[in-house]
């Protein structure tokens, strides 16, 4: 047995002004789970300590919460994995959600952004018009097995400092879980959801790989890139400045080896957009003021033909 101590974020919405925190400690097996121990807490020393949780086996989501500055599953983590320098477990609610009692968030910003991409088939025509159920091959099926062990616990979207900066971003779950669809050849609405998720923004996504850390390895920012890609693929919206932006990287590096910002921001903000490139120059200003403009032409880097086979290689979108 082990003296495990539980640093617990403590707030009621209903009571409190301020959060406070308190320093909890039960005896038990040093393998045991973060859940398990907030259990034990809950159950021998302070009943009022509120989280959410469920199957106990990584399965329904329901026990993210921030753990030593980690976003996971209680369920998942062992105690002797993430004891802190001060000897205790520091267990917070999930960031980029509005507290609501202790380590429970509000959800609701991130099941609305769920909601709105109509997460059920929508066929092209009816069941009535199959002689049998509709089927799906094992290769089409392969492209949507990861993304379906999605168990929305909004540990990415917890993780995303896009979120933090802008709510309005879909966020990196959601985008998966259009894939999802998108993807799926039973579908007839792709089009649609594309054009969704990129009024949902989308192409906000900073490419951080924060997202990347999934319980359920259904690995979200490879999935916002296969959106990105179909949606240009498919030429859906291309008039936005996010798809804009993609293009015009992917063209300047296969071109040179190297990205040329000037021609980025031409090619972004539009070269004949007068008025989105009046707005661009206080930023041309700054940068010149502090020796940092970009040079206005760009040569190929020795060897640029070995950056343009991989591009090819990938078949990488640049027009």
């Not at 009621?12 to 301020?18: L, M, T, W």
């Not at 540990?155 to 995303?160: D, F, K, N, R, V």
């Not at 309005?168 to 879980?177: C, D, E, Q, S, V």
């Not at 980025?264 to 003021?289: E, H, Q, S, W, Y």
């Amino acid at each position: 047995m082990a003296e495990i101590k539980l640093d617990v974020f403590r707030y009621d919405e209903g009571v409190d002004a301020v959060p406070h925190r308190d320093l909890v400690t039960v005896d038990l097996p040093e393998t045991t789970t973060v859940l398990d121990a907030l259990e034990a807490a809950k159950a021998q020393v302070d009943g009022s300590i509120s989280f959410r949780r469920s199957c106990r086996s990584a399965i329904c989501g329901s026990c993210a919460m921030n753990i030593n500055g980690v976003t996971a599953l209680a369920c998942k983590t062992p105690c002797n994995t993430v004891t802190n320098e001060n000897g205790a477990i520091s267990v917070d609610p999930m960031p980029n959600f509005q507290p609501m009692k202790d380590l429970v968030v509000h959800m609701d910003p991130f099941w609305d952004k769920y909601t709105r991409l109509k997460p059920y088939l929508q066929p092209a025509d009816r069941d009535a018009d199959h002689d049998r159920e509709r089927r799906v091959s094992p290769e089409d099926m392969k492209k949507l097995v990861a993304v379906a062990n999605c168990i929305m616990c909004a540990t990415c979207y917890a993780l995303c400092p896009v979120v933090s900066v802008d709510p309005a971003f879909a966020g990196p779950a959601a985008i998966a879980y259009a894939y999802r669809f998108i993807e799926d050849v039973r579908d007839g609405r792709r089009d649609q959801r594309i054009a969704q998720i990129s009024e949902d923004y989308l192409w906000l996504c900073a490419h951080c790989y924060a997202c990347s850390y999934c319980p359920k390895h259904v690995d979200p920012h490879d999935r916002i890139v296969d959106v990105k890609r179909a949606a240009i693929k498919d030429r859906v919206m291309m008039n936005e400045r996010g798809p804009r932006h993609a293009l015009v990287v992917s063209k300047t590096i296969k071109q040179t080896g190297m990205l040329a910002e000037t021609e980025v921001i031409l090619g972004t903000v539009g070269r004949f957009n007068i008025v989105g490139l009046l707005k661009t120059a206080p930023l041309g200003l700054r940068m010149a003021a502090k020796g940092k403009m970009p040079p206005p032409f760009v040569k190929p880097i020795p060897k640029v033909d070995e950056v343009r086979t991989i591009f090819e290689s990938l078949e990488v979108p640049v027009s």
